[in-house]
């Protein structure tokens, strides 16, 4: 393993968080550790959050928010918002080896939910 060169992996999305919630699961290369470097959601459609907002999670397991959980608010289309922004975002950037690693994108509740994204996740694996 080596930390001077870690290689660098960009997952990206395109997701309808109005729509519904979906989950994913991603593993990094076999015997590889991670570091989250930066989760970035750029809205194409203005989000609609009125009784829970959308978000991006990351964790151990479905809907777990033990890596990032990164709510997404009111973002206006074209506006961008990226995890290094606001502290609390990352809650732990260090990825084990050989782990399903949960990404959900979390689908805002009441009113019209809408909102659609891209979303790219940063990560390096050493």
Same mark, same amino acid.
């Given at each position: 393993?080596s930390?001077?060169?870690?290689?660098?992996?960009?997952?990206?999305?395109?997701?309808?968080?109005?729509a519904?919630?979906?989950?994913?699961?991603?593993?990094?290369?076999?015997?590889?550790?991670?570091?989250?470097?930066?989760?970035? =959601?750029?809205?194409?459609?203005?989000?609609?959050?009125?009784?829970?907002?959308?978000? =991006?999670?990351?964790?151990?397991?479905?809907?777990?928010?033990?890596? =990032?959980?990164?709510?997404?608010?009111?973002?206006?289309?074209?506006?961008?918002?990226?995890?290094?922004?606001?502290?609390?975002?990352?809650?732990?950037?260090?990825?084990?080896?050989?782990?399903?690693?949960?990404?959900?994108?979390?689908?805002?509740?009441?009113?019209?939910?809408?909102?659609?994204?891209?979303?790219?996740?940063?990560?390096?694996?050493?």
């Amino acid at each position: 393993m080596s930390y001077s060169q870690p290689s660098p992996y960009c997952f990206t999305f395109l997701h309808d968080f109005g729509a519904a919630t979906e989950g994913l699961i991603f593993r990094g290369p076999k015997g590889k550790q991670g570091t989250i470097e930066e989760v970035e =959601v750029i809205a194409y459609e203005t989000f609609n959050s009125v009784s829970s907002q959308a978000a =991006v999670n990351i964790g151990s397991s479905a809907l777990g928010t033990q890596y =990032v959980g990164m709510e997404l608010g009111n973002l206006a289309d074209g506006d961008e918002k990226r995890m290094t922004d606001t502290a609390g975002d990352l809650v732990l950037n260090a990825l084990p080896a050989d782990t399903d690693i949960h990404l959900t994108l979390l689908a805002p509740t009441g009113g019209t939910p809408a909102g659609k994204a891209y979303v790219q996740i940063m990560i390096h694996w050493y």
